[in-house]
């Protein structure tokens, strides 16, 4: 009877770990990750403003449909990596994100930033040159270190009016996002 009820408890234990890994796996797993569907869309090249979500439509990446997005993707083997311009004075948002969805860093227009987006991004290495003053960048850039070198950047605004999406959509285009030149 006791062997039985060990048997049992090792089958329920064994299954809970099984359980566990394959619940934890799964999402480095997925064929539809956020950054293999950034990738498909071309955003490597340069900031791509994305089409807006529409109810009834597919929308793999879970986009907020009242959002205006653009999304670029950096890569910190090429040199630090930036990103600038001029967003509008309704409510916007910058997320830094690592290849695996992990957010590195965010921030909003409310943090005192204002209209102007100057943001750099450096990896570990970049940002010991930089404290050691053998990076020139230009003065009041927002710096932010990523603990990996492939980043995917999302520029989110919040139109107030729908009639209004288009100039914002239009702000985002003007956006630059790339390596820094040292």
Not at 40 to 51: I, N, W
Not at 95 to 112: F, K, L, P
Not at 131 to 145: M, W
């Amino acid at each position: 009877m006791i062997r039985w009820l060990l048997w049992i408890l090792g089958g329920v234990v064994l299954g809970g770990i099984i359980h566990i890994a394959v619940i934890l796996s799964l999402p480095s797993l997925s064929a539809t990750a956020a950054w293999d569907q950034v990738s498909a869309l071309g955003a490597d090249v340069a900031p791509l403003v994305l089409p807006a979500a529409r109810a009834g439509e597919p929308n793999p990446l879970r986009l907020d449909p009242e959002l205006a997005y653009a999304v670029c993707k950096i890569d910190l083997r090429k040199g630090p990596g930036s990103v600038t311009g001029s967003l509008p004075q309704a409510f916007w948002s910058v997320a830094v994100y690592g290849r695996a969805g992990t957010v590195i860093y965010s921030t909003t227009n409310r943090d005192g930033i204002g209209t102007q987006l100057d943001l750099g991004v450096f990896n570990s290495a970049q940002t010991r040159l930089l404290a050691e003053q053998k990076l020139d960048i230009a003065e009041g850039l927002l710096i932010v270190e990523a603990h990996e070198d492939d980043l995917v950047v999302v520029v989110r605004l919040a139109p107030p009016h729908p009639e209004m999406r288009g100039r914002y959509e239009k702000a985002l285009t003007g956006l630059k996002c790339g390596n820094i030149a040292v």
